[in-house]
């Protein structure tokens, strides 16, 4: 991704997700509410998701040639793909300023005395150290800020704010809060089914999995992250054998707390894989989610993800 910078048509939160409706519904004018959590919109938390936890995304951006787009608020995920395929130059994707993230910070500090922001991998992008930097320019002093490098993206991040955010609808401390972040993160685990690679060795995210390119003869790679950076895992023939190695793949843990399935441009076969994921976890709290315009310019169409938290 690009460098922090400014965008004149910056908003700071997802449309739908209010910054101050909860202070004037739940106590009035000046009481301090609990920890607000904050993540980046690469984290593919469903909107209604976001709403009912109180999670603030705040959007990055895609730009197509001269025009910019906030993720997840200005362009439809079929918009999206269709003019990512229908482009022979690949869109760039870039993050937020410091500056701005200390007008997030400082506008629910009116809210709260701690925040903590979770945000995608520091080698994926610089938003975790705008979002650190950010901390240096806010006005509001007593508010205490708390940025961390979840080494993930996508719905492996989006599971790690959900358990965060339900901590802190429990009143809990942001010393916990953190701690069940942290925790969470490093019980995530992700595997994702790619028809192709091309998006992601242009996008320049290809890391370890620059030895499956070239070398691929149609078959459908699959990847995981460790350390933050894609890594291979193995290739398989078809694509229904790439989804079965899916379902293999969190067939094979015993204790799990959380699940989404992913998808770009299928949302029939991830449809398809919860129904088959329910029969080893509750098929009615299996996120399916979009891969947002960010993450979908380096993952490419036809993408297809686990992310799962397992139990401790």
């Known amino acids: 991704m690009e460098q ?64 910019v787009y906030r993720d997840g ?12 395929t229908a482009n022979k130059t690949l869109p760039t994707t870039s993050t937020i300023s410091p500056g701005e993230f200390a007008q997030i910070y400082d506008t629910l500090a009116e809210e709260t005395d701690e925040i903590l922001a979770i945000m995608l991998s520091s080698e994926l992008s610089a938003t975790f150290e705008a ?28 599971l790690v704010v959900i358990a965060a955010a339900k901590e802190a609808q429990k009143g809990s401390q942001l010393d916990q809060v953190i701690a069940v972040a942290q925790s ?23 890391g370890a999995a620059q030895a499956f390119v070239g070398n691929l003869l149609n078959l459908k790679p699959i990847l995981t992250l460790k350390d933050g950076i894609a890594t291979p895992v193995t290739r398989e023939r078809t694509r229904a054998k790439a989804i079965e190695h899916l379902r293999r793949f969190a067939s094979s843990y015993k204790r799990i707390e959380a699940m989404a399935v992913e998808h770009a441009t299928t949302l029939d076969e991830a449809l398809a894989l919860r129904e088959d994921l329910g029969s080893i976890f509750p098929r009615e709290h299996i996120y399916v989610c979009t891969i947002g315009s960010v993450m979908g310019t380096h993952l490419g169409p036809g993408a297809l993800g686990v992310a799962l938290l397992e139990g401790e």
Do not use: N
């Open 4 to 67: 922090p910078g400014e965008h004149p048509s910056c908003c700071a939160f997802h449309e739908g997700v209010s910054i101050m409706s909860r202070s004037q519904s739940e106590g009035g004018p000046g009481r301090k509410m609990s920890v607000k959590i904050i993540t980046d919109s690469t984290s593919d938390i469903p909107p209604e998701v976001a709403s009912e936890l109180g999670i603030h995304v705040v959007p990055l951006y895609v730009h197509f040639g001269d025009q």
């Open 73 to 84: 608020v200005d362009l439809t995920g079929a918009e999206f793909y269709r003019r990512l």
């Open 131 to 158: 979002a650190s930097k950010g901390k240096e320019y806010m006005k509001a002093g007593r508010c205490r800020v708390e940025v961390i490098d979840s080494r993930l993206v996508v719905m492996g991040l989006g």
């Open 184 to 206: 969470a993160a490093s019980r995530i685990r992700i595997r994702m089914a790619f028809d192709t690679l091309e998006y992601v060795r242009r996008g320049g995210r290809i």
